[in-house]
């Protein structure tokens, strides 16, 4: 069983930025997929931006629409996990952010739910105006 540990939400103001990790524990794999996905009140939970990994080498990723050029995917292997770094945030990014892992031996990036197998408990991120 795999365990996702997920840190640092927070209340900033639009055009801050935050920095989202994203743990593993328990059983883990060599090839791996880590996506973030993230759910507003009232609303579906969508993609936010997803890679592979080998180890801790990145092999791929992929974004989101709404994010690209703002967010980055990365892994840190000092710390053994997954980051999410958010810049130029925006009051539409206020969300609940879930991190989600698979393990897989494709490059290419999984983007829908069903693609993952473990889930973080989810971290609030709230952005002002």
């Known amino acids: 069983q795999v365990q996702l540990e997920e840190s640092g939400g927070g209340l900033v103001q639009a055009g801050d930025s935050l920095r989202l990790s994203c743990a593993p524990s328990?059983?883990?794999?060599?090839?791996?997929?880590m996506g973030w996905f993230r759910q507003a009140p009232g609303e579906e939970r969508e993609f936010v931006a997803a890679g592979t990994w080998s180890g801790w080498s990145t092999v791929n990723t992929y974004y989101a629409d709404s994010v690209k050029g703002r967010f980055t995917i990365s892994s840190d292997s000092a710390k053994n996990a997954a980051i999410l770094q958010m810049n130029s945030l925006k009051p539409e990014d206020t969300a609940v952010y879930y991190c989600?892992?698979?393990?897989?031996?494709?490059?290419?990036?999984?983007?829908?739910?069903?693609?993952?197998?473990?889930w973080g408990q989810g971290t609030q991120v709230t952005v002002s105006v």
């Open positions: 989600a892992a698979a393990m897989t031996s494709s490059s290419s990036v999984p983007v829908a739910r069903d693609d993952y197998d473990y």
């Open positions: 328990g059983r883990t794999f060599s090839n791996w997929a």
